[in-house]
T-cell receptor
Framework: GAVVSQHPSWVICKSGTSVKIECRSL??????MFWYRQFPKQSLMLMAT?????????EQGVEKDKFLINHASLTLSTLTVTSAHPEDSSFYIC??????????FGEGSWLTVV | QKEVEQDPGPLSVPEGAIVSLNCTYS??????FMWYRQYSRKGPELLMY????GNKEDGRFTAQVDKSSKYISLFIRDSQPSDSATYLC????????????FGKGTSLLVTP
């Protein structure tokens, strides 16, 4: 299947700093990329949808000024968690939609804010 | 009511058993149906993808979609301990930007 690379896999940051997570589709062009957050033992919660070259659409309750999403090309989207706080600690997962409308996920990024 | 309902389990079966996983949904606009397998601390891995109704088979896995009943299933034949994971059903519609709506996931344990 198609491959989505997500980096970093693990990151620890101090409270108040910003962290950037990258998501790359390696063998397909992802017109749309999705960012999810998953808390332990819970399902994936959609944070935002981004289309290449457009502003991201955020789900209700997700602060767009805190979770900055950039989708500058058909193979790269980034999520920046700004002024991170311990409650932002979570598993963040990106996914890309292929031309066949199949969605492939990255391996996820574990964020711990201390 | 959540749009996608899935029994979280846990489901425990002996090795070699046939496993049946199911989801129901309420949004008749869903057209794309997927099953993902997620191991602990990993991203979801796509197992099966079905468009609209019908059956699809891939190795030991069979996916069924019954749009009239708003019911989808994943069958795993000859289950193996390595199949132990959480299985997530997901579905999407073109009129909502293809964003996936997930079930809660079913935790499966296959015992040797």
């Amino acid at each position: 299947g198609a491959v989505v690379s997500q980096h970093p896999s693990w990151v620890i940051c101090k409270s108040g700093t910003s962290v950037k997570i990258e998501c790359r589709s390696l063998d397909f062009q992802a017109t749309t990329m999705f960012w999810y957050r998953q808390f332990p033992k819970q399902s994936l919660m959609l944070m935002a949808t981004s289309n290449e070259g457009s502003k991201a659409t955020y789900e209700q309750g997700v602060e767009k000024d805190k979770f900055l999403i950039n989708h500058a090309s058909l193979t790269l989207s980034t999520l920046t968690v700004t002024s991170a706080h311990p409650e932002d600690s979570s598993f963040y997962i990106c996914s890309g939609r292929s031309s066949g409308n199949t969605i492939y996920f990255g391996e996820g990024s574990w964020l711990t804010v201390v | 009511q959540k749009e996608v309902e899935q029994d979280p389990g846990p489901l425990s079966v002996p090795e070699g058993a046939i496993v049946s996983l199911n989801c129901t949904y309420s949004n008749s606009a869903f057209q794309y149906f997927m099953w993902y397998r997620q191991y602990s601390r990993k991203g979801p891995e796509l197992l099966m993808y079905t468009y609209s109704s019908g059956n699809k088979e891939d190795g030991r896995f069979t996916a069924q979609v019954d749009k009239s009943s708003k019911y989808i299933s994943l069958f795993i034949r000859d289950s193996q301990p390595s199949d132990s994971a959480t299985y997530l059903c997901a579905m999407s519609a073109s009129n909502s930007g293809y964003a996936l709506n997930f079930g809660k996931g079913t935790s499966l344990l296959v015992t040797p």
